[in-house]
């Protein structure tokens, strides 16, 4: 997987595109350096973005409280910082 990774102040930033309202939450591969999930919830009331930290949680074995969204809530398009974690080991557990 190629997404573009940044290591910061002991975590580390990426780009997500989500694809909302999916028949169920899984990572779809990488598209121009971010990486593509896809979640079963709308983009209502923060649903989505709930449901994308709580995969990304479980998925990466990570507490919800070391995600976070940092650019992009409303949008498709997100940067999500994730402490606790390096470049390797977010690649690995992508697998």
């Known amino acids: ?42 983009p209502v009331d923060g649903a989505a973005n709930a449901e994308l930290i709580k995969f990304l949680a479980k998925r990466l074995e990570l507490p919800r409280s070391s995600i976070a969204i940092v650019a992009g809530e409303t949008s498709k398009n997100k940067r999500i910082r994730i402490e606790g974690l390096t470049e390797a080991e977010l690649l690995a557990r992508l697998q």
């Open 1 to 42: 997987m190629a997404i573009d990774v940044k290591a910061t102040d002991g975590a580390i930033t990426f780009l997500v595109k989500v694809v909302p309202r999916a028949s169920r939450t899984e990572v779809a591969g990488e598209i121009d350096g971010a990486l593509r999930v896809r979640v079963a919830s709308p």
